[in-house]
């Protein structure tokens, strides 16, 4: 909703980049919106270059989750925030709100926190982290 705000995007298969591509056509073209095929565990961008980093409905497919979230730990500035949204219940037993916040802080991530959306009929935690800022 911020026309200064630039978005960086990354997904593995080209097949993902281009329909997100096509979704984002005119974000892309005005410069807003930049996408690329790549994997959170070697992203692609230098050190401490974002202010801010999200994602939803992914981290359960990542190949080691914490190698990922220190990516993201990597290329946020000193003070960013991470958010990493997750479907809540049984079948995500492991991103239950205790382990996301423990993965968080074993990526080096401070004041972490675990949010629930309260909509029961589609429920959702999101976890909240920030990269700790410079002494
Ligand atoms: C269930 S989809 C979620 C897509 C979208 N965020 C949504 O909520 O509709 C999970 C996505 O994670 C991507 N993914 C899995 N492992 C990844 C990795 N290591 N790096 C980047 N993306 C990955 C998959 O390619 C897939 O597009």
Known sequence: MNPSVKIAGIDRPEEMLRAASSRNRDAIQTGRVELRVGSVTDLPYVASHFDKAFSINCIYFWENPVQG???????????????????????????????????????????????????????????????????
Do not use: W
């Not at 730990?73 to 003070?79: A, C, F, I, W």
């Not at 479907?87 to 239950?96: L, M, P, S, T, V």
């Open 69 to 135: 979230l220190k990516e993201l730990n990597r290329v946020l500035k000193p003070g960013g925030v991470l958010a990493i949204t997750v479907r809540d219940g049984n079948r995500y037993q492991a991103f239950r709100p205790k382990k996301l916040a423990n993965m968080l802080a074993h990526a080096e991530f401070v004041n972490v926190r675990v949010l629930n959306n309260g909509i029961s009929a589609h429920p959702l935690n999101c976890a909240l982290g920030l990269k700790q800022a410079s002494p």
